[in-house]
């Protein structure tokens, strides 16, 4: 159960303050922080939630927010004109955000199988 977004336009660390407020939450209580957290980036994460939980099959309240990784995508440079005909590079930062879900159950379930297997 996996969703993930692709050269998203705008900088990871900006998009880790976001991602690290969901990690470990159920799917639902993450649905609820995103819908009233005042941030830009807190629409797309929302949506990227909602696909992974649609990709799934079951209800938000059965899944949890397993593992969500912010990476550094694509660095598109620009040029900035400046005095004396100089040229300043400007760098636009793009982030890919991978959020992967689990079954609360299958949580307990591997436990159980790691315990018989010791």
Same mark, same amino acid.
């Given at each position: 159960m996996k969703a993930s977004i692709k050269?998203?336009?705008? +900088?990871?660390? @900006?998009i880790r303050l976001i991602t690290d407020l969901? %990690?470990?939450k159920s799917a639902a209580? +993450?649905?609820a922080i995103l819908t009233h957290l005042i @941030?830009?980036?807190s629409l797309p994460v929302k949506k990227l939630l909602d696909s992974a939980v649609s990709n799934s099959g079951e209800k938000a309240e059965n899944l949890i927010v397993k593992k &969500? $990784? $912010?990476e550094k995508g694509v660095v &598109? %440079?620009?040029w900035m004109p400046r005095a004396m005909g100089r040229a300043f590079p &400007?760098? %636009?930062h793009t982030s890919n955000i991978v959020i992967e879900l689990a079954s609360k159950n299958s949580k307990k379930d591997e436990s159980i199988n790691l315990k018989s297997n010791v």
């Open positions: 050269n998203y336009r705008q +900088a990871p660390r @900006k969901v %990690k470990g209580q +993450a649905q @941030k830009r980036g &969500i $990784t $912010t &598109i %440079k620009r &400007i760098h %636009k």
